[in-house]
C-alpha cells in the first residue's frame, strides 16, 4: 500500500471544466512534488513545495495552479486544459534534507484525460 | 547534452542472468542517484539510491557510483520475469537538492 494517497485515480474533463487533483501524505514529509508522466517518457517536474512553499515552478503553464494548504496535502488545480494534457500526474513526498539525500516516494497517480 | 541519459532498450536478458542497466549524467555537482523501477501503468517505485563512490548492494540490487567517469548502474542479479519493466535512473544536485530529474528509462524485459 502507498503512504502518498491520490484522489481520483481517473478524471475525465473537458477543455471548459475546472477540477482538482489531491495528494495527501501522513509521512511528516515536508517537500511534495507534482510530476505529469506522458506515455513511455520519464516522469517530468512541475512543481515542488518545501516547508508549504512553492519553491520550484518549472515554467508551468498557468493553466495548472498548485496548493499546498497543510504539510499533508498539495492540490492541484486544473482550469481550461487542453487535450494535450492529457496524462498521468504523479505526486511525491520527500524530506527535506540540505543534502538532497532523500528519495521520492510517488502515488499511484491520477490519470487524467482531456477531452 | 541532457542532464541525465540512458538506453532506452529495449534490454532483453534470459532469467537467472544479471541484467546491467546504465545512466550517465552531466556534472553540475551531482549528489544524489536514484533507481525506480515502474510497470506499464503503475507509479514509480523506489529501488536503490546511492551517494558515495562504490557499490551498495540490497538483496538482488547492486547500485554502482562512479562520479569520475559520471555514470551510475544497477546490476540485477538472478533476474526474474517479474522484473521486466522500466528502470527511471533520478539525480539531484547541490545546486538544487528539491529537484530530482529523470533519465528517460530502460525498458528491460527477462525472457523465461
Known amino acids: 500500500d502507498t503512504e502518498v494517497t491520490q484522489t481520483p485515480k481517473h478524471l475525465v474533463m473537458g477543455m471548459t471544466n475546472k477540477k482538482s487533483l489531491k495528494c495527501e501524505q501522513h509521512?511528516?514529509?515536508?517537500?511534495m512534488y507534482w510530476y505529469k508522466q506522458k506515455a513511455k517518457k520519464p516522469p517530468e517536474l512541475m512543481f515542488v513545495y518545501s516547508y508549504e512553499k512553492l519553491s520550484i515552478n518549472e515554467s508551468v503553464p498557468s493553466r495548472f495552479s498548485p496548493e499546498c494548504p497543510n504539510s499533508s496535502l498539495l492540490n492541484l488545480h486544473l482550469h481550461a486544459l487542453q487535450p494535450e494534457d492529457s496524462a498521468l500526474y504523479l505526486c511525491?513526498?520527500?524530506?527535506?534534507?540540505?543534502?538532497?539525500?532523500?528519495?521520492?516516494?510517488f502515488g499511484n497517480g491520477t490519470r487524467l484525460t482531456v477531452t | 547534452q541532457k542532464e541525465v541519459e540512458q538506453n532506452s532498450g529495449p534490454l532483453s536478458v534470459p532469467e537467472g542472468a544479471i541484467a546491467s542497466l546504465n545512466c550517465t549524467y552531466s556534472?553540475?555537482?551531482?549528489?544524489?542517484f536514484f533507481w525506480y523501477r515502474q510497470y506499464s501503468g503503475k507509479s514509480p517505485e523506489l529501488i536503490m539510491f546511492i551517494y558515495s563512490n562504490g557499490d551498495k548492494e540490497d538483496g538482488r540490487f547492486t547500485a554502482q557510483l562512479n562520479k569520475a567517469s559520471q555514470y551510475v548502474s544497477l546490476l540485477i542479479r538472478d533476474s526474474q520475469p517479474s522484473d521486466s519493466a522500466t528502470y527511471l535512473c533520478a539525480v539531484s544536485w547541490i545546486s538544487s537538492a528539491s529537484k530530482i530529474i529523470f533519465g528517460s528509462g530502460t525498458r528491460l524485459s527477462i525472457r523465461p
Open positions: 509521512m511528516g514529509h515536508r517537500a
Open positions: 556534472d553540475r555537482g551531482s549528489q544524489s
Open positions: 511525491a513526498s520527500s524530506q527535506v534534507r540540505g543534502d538532497g539525500n532523500s528519495p521520492l516516494h
